[in-house]
């Protein structure tokens, strides 16, 4: 099997295009660990990965949790192959409706979270293995209604530069995803209603060029690239976003 012998940890696993990525590892042959907040999604995701899989209650904003999961993961699966940082959350909001504690929610999962996992997880990564990390096609240009959580993939980015260099002694590559708009139970963003998804998703459909929104699946197969076969690319971003952030004309 493709992965068979290798070791992973999905953060923010438990559903969506994290647990797409998950499934296929674990159909690959991988040993999987995958993290995510939600008690009844963790569970979901426990009988959704079977016992291949160690699906691990962490939130990643949270610096104790954090620790604990490095000595969890050590536990469980020892040296890892790959690590990939899918975590992220937004809050749609018009920037004078931005509070405090929207700014810091966003910020201290996508950005902070995302920097302290991999500071505290890189140790267990076999030299040679490698790090995803997911962004968003929001991290460059403007969006209304988004302007902190673009900033905090921005920033994302940033660290997967920062991490690639200084990973390179060891032989880890450290790569980005960039999806556009995916068919995800939440579509990636916090508290939206049954019609505001709905609209969110008309809008997505509109404004991509392959008019349509991609699959969790599509995301994973990416991610899976990077991590696995991409062996001559590090600090790159890869987008898989129908188009969305290429410069190429949507058709009339
Ligand atoms: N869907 C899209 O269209 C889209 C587009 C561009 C970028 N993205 C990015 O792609 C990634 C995945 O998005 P998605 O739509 O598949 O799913 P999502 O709703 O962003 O959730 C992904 C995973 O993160 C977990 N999670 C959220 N907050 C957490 C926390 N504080 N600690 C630990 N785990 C946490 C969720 O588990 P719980 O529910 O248990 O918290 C879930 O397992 C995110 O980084 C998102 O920003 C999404």
Known sequence: MRYEGTNAVVIGGTHGMGLATAKMLVEGGAKVLVTGRNGKNVEDARRELGTEAHVVRSDASDMSDIALLAAVVGQKLGRIDFLHVNVGVAELEPFEQVTEASYDRQFNVNTKGAFFTVQRLSPLIRDGGSIVMTSSVADEGGEAGMSVYSATKAALVSFASGFAVELLGRGIRV?????????????????????????????????????????????????????????????????????????IAAPQ
């Open 175 to 247: 790569n980005v995803v960039s999806p556009g708009f995916i068919k995800t139970p939440t579509k990636g963003v916090a508290g939206l209603s049954a019609e505001e998804r709905e609209a969110f998703e008309k809008i997505g459909n509109e404004v991509t060029p392959m008019k349509r929104h991609g699959t969790p699946e599509e995301v994973a197969r990416a991610v899976l690239f990077l991590a696995f076969e991409a062996t001559f690319t590090t600090g790159a971003k890869l987008a898989v976003d129908g188009g969305l952030g290429q410069k």
